[in-house]
């Protein structure tokens, strides 16, 4: 069993795809095809379930995953530990990023990252809270920026805060509630009630708080959207009121009105990382940029 038929197979199971896990390793789709078949026979069964339209985990891929990030992520913290004693940090850093993550501290922090260790690979890999949560658990990523949960996180997990945020309503500049100084979000339950998908960590956080407020009415949006300035267009055009994060720039509009709820809803984004197995020398020199930074 090889490192390479193993990156191969952690391509096709996080893509879905052997053409876009082809893609992501620079190979062609046959030569992963081709691995992947020889990998199966090795383990003596089928490793994926392939139909005309999808490639999903089989049983047999369920178990190898894990098995296979820990060991590519083992290789790669072994050659950058040897590289970091060389004084020449080198190797990858595979980070997640959530929607808004241009608004916390990563941009700044990943550009002096570049500048002081210019041989490491950054790969940023977009996706939802919850999933790259889980992502960060079974080592598929060193690190993630994500909007923190309202349970707290696992103990082998640790996190450092880069925004503070909250959602607002946001209404016409027209609308007679322009002016108030809060907006119960007891009255933003309904078909004119614009906000994120069920796929986004706001829209959990809003449906809890609104359950916290009154657990007799389920939330239930009339229009639903992770674009911020597909929200705001929408208010404009007359069709209701949204929920949004308060620092996304799309509110910065003379056309609209921003009202903080009643109560808050606040968030936190946070970078989130594993504490064991203990972070490699990419992760350690970011961490080290990042607490400098947040201090």
Same mark, same amino acid.
């Given at each position: 069993m090889e490192? +390479?038929?193993l990156?191969?197979?952690?391509?096709?199971?996080?893509? *879905?795809? %052997?053409t +876009?896990?082809?893609?992501r390793?620079?190979?062609? =789709?046959?030569?992963?095809? =081709?691995?992947?078949?020889?990998?199966?026979h090795?383990?003596?069964?089928?490793? %994926?379930e392939?139909?005309s339209?999808s490639?999903?985990?089989?049983?047999?891929?369920?178990v190898?995953?894990p098995f296979a990030?820990?060991a590519?992520?083992?290789t #790669?913290?072994?050659?950058?530990e040897?590289a970091a004693r060389?004084g020449v940090?080198?190797?990858?850093l595979r980070?997640g990023? $959530?929607?808004g993550v241009e608004?916390?501290?990563?941009?700044?922090?990943l550009?002096? %990252?570049h500048?002081q260790?210019?041989?490491?690979? $950054?790969?940023?890999i977009?996706?939802?809270? #919850?999933?790259?949560?889980?992502?960060?658990?079974h080592?598929?990523?060193?690190?993630?920026v994500v909007?923190?949960?309202?349970?707290?996180?696992?103990?082998?997990?640790?996190?450092l805060?880069?925004l503070?945020?909250e959602i607002?309503?946001?209404?016409?500049?027209a609308?007679d509630r322009a &002016?108030l100084a809060?907006l119960?979000?007891t009255?933003?339950?309904g078909p004119?009630?614009?906000?994120?998908? +069920?796929?986004?960590?706001?829209r959990t956080?809003?449906e809890?708080?609104?359950?916290?407020c009154?657990?007799?009415?389920a939330?239930?949006?009339?229009?639903?959207?992770n674009? $911020?300035a597909?929200q705001? #267009?929408?208010? &404009?055009?007359?069709?209701g009121?949204?929920?949004?994060?308060q620092?996304?720039?799309s509110?910065?509009?003379? *056309? $609209?009105?921003?009202?903080?709820l =009643?109560?808050?809803? +606040?968030?936190? &984004?946070?970078m989130?990382?594993?504490?064991?197995?203990?972070p490699?020398?990419?992760l350690?020199?970011l961490l080290?940029?990042?607490?400098?930074r947040?201090?």
């Amino acid at each position: 069993m090889e490192l +390479r038929t193993l990156e191969y197979f952690v391509a096709v199971a996080e893509e *879905k795809s %052997f053409t +876009r896990a082809a893609a992501r390793c620079r190979v062609a =789709q046959p030569a992963i095809s =081709q691995q992947i078949r020889a990998l199966e026979h090795e383990l003596g069964e089928p490793l %994926f379930e392939r139909t005309s339209r999808s490639v999903r985990l089989s049983r047999g891929g369920d178990v190898l995953l894990p098995f296979a990030r820990q060991a590519l992520a083992a290789t #790669a913290a072994a050659v950058a530990e040897f590289a970091a004693r060389s004084g020449v940090l080198s190797g990858s850093l595979r980070i997640g990023t $959530v929607d808004g993550v241009e608004r916390t501290d990563l941009p700044a922090i990943l550009g002096e %990252f570049h500048r002081q260790h210019a041989n490491v690979t $950054v790969e940023l890999i977009g996706g939802t809270s #919850a999933e790259l949560l889980a992502r960060i658990g079974h080592g598929g990523l060193e690190a993630a920026v994500v909007a923190l949960p309202t349970m707290p996180l696992p103990g082998t997990l640790e996190m450092l805060t880069m925004l503070e945020d909250e959602i607002v309503a946001v209404v016409p500049a027209a609308d007679d509630r322009a &002016k108030l100084a809060r907006l119960p979000l007891t009255e933003l339950a309904g078909p004119t009630t614009i906000t994120y998908a +069920r796929d986004s960590g706001l829209r959990t956080l809003l449906e809890e708080s609104f359950a916290a407020c009154d657990g007799d009415e389920a939330f239930r949006p009339g229009c639903e959207t992770n674009d $911020v300035a597909l929200q705001v #267009a929408l208010v &404009k055009a007359g069709i209701g009121t949204a929920l949004s994060a308060q620092t996304d720039p799309s509110l910065h509009d003379e *056309k $609209v009105a921003i009202i903080p709820l =009643q109560p808050s809803v +606040r968030y936190t &984004k946070a970078m989130v990382w594993r504490t064991q197995p203990a972070p490699a020398a990419p992760l350690r020199a970011l961490l080290a940029i990042a607490g400098h930074r947040t201090v």
